[in-house]
């Protein structure tokens, strides 16, 4: 039953309701944009907003929260930077940034990361005269540094981002380590001396340990490595994934594809309750992961292929190879229309579309509606407490020929350049409004877009014959600046 119009969604952005949790770095960070809210308010707020954004293709469930929203992240990672004074600090990037917000302790963040990253502050200039890194001038020793948990296991991995391959006293560094942390099961050196905005760089050094950690997932192992994906919220991820398992009724003879399958995390799963499993992803290494991970769990049923998986899909139906299910995860820009159309030939009858995005979920839902699927379940999952993210799996099924949906198919959010994909433009309104509480037009994105060389439609940047077309005041050009780059758009 289509629950669109039925129910009044609240504002689309939170009001400030005040007694939440409140966190001293609230305003500076920027990481919480919730956090003026109780977390019954936020769940509410994100069911709202799922039901606004997919409410018109059906009726969507009530979101699945955290019985404890916090302590969830289970991979932190911190910059280090030098203030004018001489001291070091280690913390977050404020938002649209380079300015490092100090960060000792976060109420999102594993409370062991958390601890070694302080430590390693506290030791660095006054126990090993080690600087920290200047992106400015390219000198000093120490980046970031990044520490991942597994919290079914417990194992701990520290890995030193350095912008150096020369780590002076680094044997007794690793001891002084070890010895504040015996918790650490694995070291790992990592050289990053490039000018870039990435944290991890291409050549690495196991300092201590076997280089990786393991974590249990849906009663599944997972090896992890320093470059590996890995959900940030494992608790929150086995509800997401039971949920993406359950709407798809597995009987045990299906064939199964995982687009976007990552490091087999999901399709390994699946592979429980299907004849096979056949994992698609681009990123060569990733592909490695996944085997490693299907022969950890002794999954025998399961295939990994590097490759882009919407020429795939287009090679599978011309071999006129069948699948019965096709699990979607793309990146938060959601999925290309080539991928779209390439789901559409291969003809599945059950797509499972799992969403960090659902406003450019909704985009791609409108594309497979209009040509042959009926979205059957909505469910929003909350991955990210406190935060505007909501997680959402939407499960979509073949129609029959003498049934239809009509679904307003809106070209202007489709593909048009590789940039435009980074986001709709009502993923950048609501940006500016919730950052800057500015209201921006359609036509004033356009043109600040045009200006960055972004290349627009000729309808957005036209008024009507014989108006004037309004130019985007400055502060508005600003903030619209701030939103195309928190989407890596320019």
């Given at each position: 039953?289509?629950?669109?119009?039925?129910?009044?969604?609240?504002?689309?952005?939170?009001?400030?309701?005040?007694?939440?949790?409140?966190?001293?770095?609230y305003?500076?960070?920027?990481g919480?944009?919730?956090?003026?809210?109780?977390?019954?308010?936020?769940?509410?707020?994100?069911?709202?907003?799922?039901?606004?954004?997919?409410g018109?293709?059906?009726?969507?469930?009530?979101?699945i929260?955290?019985?404890?929203?916090?302590?969830?992240?289970?991979?932190?990672?911190?910059?280090f930077?030098?203030t004018r004074?001489g001291?070091?600090?280690?913390?977050?990037?404020?938002?649209?940034?380079?300015n490092?917000?100090?960060?000792?302790?976060?109420?999102?963040?594993?409370?062991t990361?958390?601890?070694?990253?302080?430590?390693?502050r506290k030791?660095?200039l006054p126990?090993?005269?080690?600087?920290?890194?200047?992106e400015?001038?390219?000198?000093?020793?120490?980046r970031?540094?990044?520490?991942?948990?597994?919290?079914?296991?417990?194992?701990?991995?520290?890995?030193?981002?350095?912008?150096t391959?020369?780590?002076?006293?680094?044997?007794?560094?690793?001891?002084?380590?070890k010895?504040l942390?015996?918790?650490?099961?694995?070291?790992?050196?990592?050289?990053n001396g490039?000018?870039t905005?990435?944290?991890?760089?291409?050549?690495?050094?196991?300092?201590?340990?076997?280089?990786?950690?393991?974590?249990?997932?849906?009663?599944?192992?997972?090896?992890?490595?320093?470059?590996?994906f890995y959900q940030?919220?494992?608790?929150?991820?086995?509800?997401l994934?039971?949920?993406?398992?359950?709407?798809?009724?597995?009987t045990?003879?299906?064939?199964?594809?995982?687009?976007?399958?990552?490091?087999?995390?999901?399709?390994?799963?699946?592979?429980?309750?299907?004849?096979?499993?056949?994992?698609?992803?681009?990123?060569k290494?990733?592909?490695?992961?996944?085997?490693?991970?299907?022969?950890?769990?002794?999954?025998?049923?399961?295939?990994?292929?590097?490759?882009?998986?919407?020429?795939?899909?287009?090679g599978?139906?011309?071999?006129?190879?069948?699948?019965?299910?096709?699990?979607?995860?793309?990146?938060?820009?959601?999925?290309?229309?080539?991928?779209?159309r390439s789901?559409?030939?291969?003809k599945?009858?059950?797509?499972?579309?799992?969403?960090?995005?659902?406003?450019?979920?909704?985009?791609?839902l409108?594309?497979?509606?209009?040509?042959?699927?009926?979205?059957?379940?909505?469910?929003?999952?909350?991955?990210?407490?406190?935060?505007?993210?909501?997680e959402?799996?939407v499960?979509?099924?073949?129609?029959?020929?003498?049934?239809?949906?009509?679904?307003k198919?809106?070209?202007?959010?489709?593909?048009?350049?590789?940039?435009?994909?980074?986001?709709?433009?009502?993923?950048?309104?609501?940006?500016?409004?919730?950052?800057?509480?500015?209201?921006?037009?359609?036509?004033?994105?356009?043109?600040?877009?045009?200006?960055?060389?972004?290349?627009?439609?000729?309808?957005?940047?036209?008024?009507?014959?014989?108006?004037?077309?309004?130019?985007?005041?400055?502060?508005?050009?600003?903030?619209?600046?701030?939103?195309?780059?928190?989407?890596n758009?320019i």
């Open positions: 039953m289509n629950n669109y119009g039925k129910r009044k969604p609240r504002p689309s952005q939170p009001k400030k309701v005040g007694k939440g949790n409140s966190c001293p770095l305003k500076k960070c920027g919480c944009q919730l956090q003026n809210m109780t977390y019954p308010e936020q769940l509410s707020f994100k069911q709202a907003k799922t039901i606004r954004l997919l018109r293709f059906g009726h969507v469930e009530e979101i929260g955290m019985e404890k929203p916090y302590r969830y992240r289970n991979k932190v990672q911190a910059a930077g030098t004074g001291k070091i600090i280690s913390g977050v990037y404020q938002s649209s940034s380079h490092i917000v100090l960060v000792d302790d976060c109420m999102l963040e594993d409370e990361a958390d601890k070694i990253i302080t430590d390693i030791i660095l126990r090993f005269k080690l600087a920290a890194y200047n400015d001038t390219g000198k000093g020793f120490l970031h540094v990044l520490v991942k948990r597994g919290f079914a296991t417990n194992e701990v991995m520290t890995v030193l981002v350095t912008g391959r020369i780590f002076p006293k680094k044997d007794e560094f690793v001891t002084e380590l010895k942390h015996p918790e650490i099961t694995t070291i790992i050196w990592n050289i490039g000018k905005s990435l944290v991890l760089g291409d050549r690495e050094e196991v300092l201590y340990g076997s280089g990786y950690i393991e974590d249990i997932l849906c009663e599944k192992r997972f090896r992890i490595s320093a470059k590996s940030i919220n494992p608790v929150q991820t086995e509800k994934y039971r949920a993406a398992i359950d709407f798809a009724e597995l045990g003879n299906e064939t199964v594809l995982d687009a976007y399958c990552g490091t087999g995390t999901i399709g390994i799963v699946a592979a429980d309750k299907a004849k096979q499993v056949i994992g698609v992803e681009l990123n290494d990733a592909v490695k992961d996944a085997i490693n991970n299907a022969r950890l769990n002794n999954t025998d049923n399961i295939r990994f292929f590097c490759a882009d998986a919407g020429k795939f899909m287009v599978m139906a011309e071999d006129k190879e069948k699948v019965d299910l096709v699990i979607m995860d793309p990146p938060r820009a959601g999925s290309d229309l080539n991928f779209l789901v559409t030939t291969l599945p009858q059950k797509v499972v579309y799992i969403s960090c995005n659902p406003e450019t979920q909704a985009r791609d409108t594309f497979l509606c209009k040509n042959g699927y009926k979205v059957m379940k909505i469910q929003p999952v909350d991955m990210f407490p406190h935060t505007s993210h909501v959402t799996v499960l979509l099924s073949q129609r029959r020929p003498d049934t239809h949906i009509d679904i198919l809106d070209l202007s959010e489709l593909d048009v350049t590789a940039a435009e994909t980074k986001a709709t433009y009502q993923e950048i309104k609501d940006y500016v409004f919730e950052k800057f509480a500015l209201k921006v037009s359609s036509l004033y994105i356009s043109q600040v877009k045009t200006k960055c060389g972004i290349i627009e439609r000729e309808n957005y940047n036209k008024g009507k014959e014989g108006h004037r077309v309004p130019k985007c005041p400055k502060e508005k050009e600003e903030a619209i600046m701030d939103a195309l780059k928190h989407f758009m």
